[in-house]
T-cell receptor
């Protein structure tokens, strides 16, 4: 079965400093992986996705993620945090057994300090 | 505007009183899904539907029902709500053809069962 583990429940950075949100996945196959963002009291929005093309995936708002098969990781990064990046971020894997099922990590809340 | 809408956005009810949360999408997506979000657990899939009259269980279907009589609508039904169904609920939709993986989420429905 597929699963994702988000290694940090909370991350706090200062505005202008780099962001690193960590995600490890378990999958027997080459997975489809996603990062979604949820701003307070809002629905989820896709940041980026990996579907077996380039291992470095660029998303919206300056975010990117690198798929590393050897480390089973899909960490989300941004070179310089902005106050508007404060939100909760979810790493998601699409099931390989049933393409209609998706598994979410427990989420990482990003706090950006001025 | 392409969107997924949910109603109501907030609902407080009592144990055992049947309720329905509606979900509608205007993007002609084949696939629709319901999730619940609980602190520290991320989002968990309740039910999904691949098309009209085709539904299947997700990981936490107990206590919920769904129907898909029209392509655009996918209501979530709680026949006899209990306090452990107090949660934040999200509806999502996506294409299934052409490798569509991106899910589009509604704004969420916060349900409290007393």
């Amino acid at each position: 079965a597929q699963s994702v583990t988000q290694l940090d429940s909370h991350v706090s950075v200062s505005e202008g400093t780099p962001v690193l949100l960590r995600c490890n996945y378990s999958s027997s196959y080459s997975p489809s992986l996603f990062w979604y963002v949820q701003h307070p009291n809002k629905g989820l929005q896709l940041l980026l996705k990996y579907t077996s093309a380039a291992t470095l995936v660029k998303g919206i708002n300056g975010f990117e993620a690198e798929f590393k098969k050897s480390e089973t990781s899909f960490h989300l990064t941004k070179p310089s945090a902005h106050m508007s990046d404060a939100a909760e971020y979810f790493c998601v894997v699409k099931s390989q057994d049933n393409f209609n099922k998706f598994y979410f990590g427990s989420g990482t809340k990003l706090n950006v300090k001025p | 505007e392409a969107q997924v809408t949910q109603n109501p956005r907030y609902l407080i009810t009592v144990t055992g009183k049947k309720l329905t949360v509606t979900c509608s999408q205007n993007m002609n997506h084949e696939y629709m899904s319901w999730y619940r979000q609980d602190p520290g657990l991320g989002l968990r899939q309740i039910y999904y539907s691949m098309n009209v009259e085709v539904t299947d269980k997700g990981d936490v279907p107990e206590g919920y029902k769904v129907s898909r009589k029209e392509k655009r609508n996918f209501p979530l039904i709680l026949e006899s709500p209990s306090p452990n169904q107090t949660s934040l609920y999200f509806c999502a939709s996506r294409w299934t053809s052409g490798g569509g993986d991106t899910q589009y989420f509604g704004p969420g429905t916060r349900l409290t069962v007393l």
